[in-house]
């Protein structure tokens, strides 16, 4: 079993930034062994990837929607991968989650492909 906990989340004006930070934990979990991801969420559209890293954080892909604003890190003597949030615009108000990739899972940003996800936060962006 393994637990992820979002926090970072708030209201913030556009132009703004935000940290968002995913703690993981789990009794038989070896952090660094999975890829990572952020997902978030809108009212009334469909989850989407916004970007996601693998277990050494040597490798990271993001959404075009974000490419150049938000950076996906991870810190894995802390379990935690992060989400720096640049330039923000309305358009990016969401609840974020993160996700655990499924073992075996390289690159993906498919929610098929991760199989354990955290509560949410809610990112709020005013113009």
């Known amino acids: 079993q393994v637990q992820l906990v979002e926090s970072g989340g708030g209201l913030v004006q556009a132009g703004g930034s935000l940290r968002l930070s995913c703690i993981a934990s789990?009794?038989?979990?070896?952090?660094?062994?999975?890829?990572m991801g952020w997902f978030r969420q809108a009212p009334g559209k469909e989850r989407e990837c916004v970007a996601r890293i693998d277990g050494s954080g040597r490798s990271a892909s993001h959404a075009d929607s974000v490419k150049g604003r938000f950076t996906i890190t991870r810190d894995n003597a802390k379990n935690t991968v992060y989400l720096q949030m640049n330039s923000l615009k309305p358009e990016d108000s969401a609840v974020y989650f993160c996700?655990?990739?499924?073992?075996?899972?390289?690159?993906?940003?498919?929610?098929?492909?991760?199989?354990?996800w955290g509560q949410g936060t809610q990112v709020t962006v005013s113009s």
């Open positions: 789990g009794r038989t979990f070896t952090f660094s062994n999975y890829d």
């Open positions: 996700a655990k990739g499924r073992p075996g899972v390289v690159a993906s940003r498919a929610i098929r492909d991760y199989d354990y």
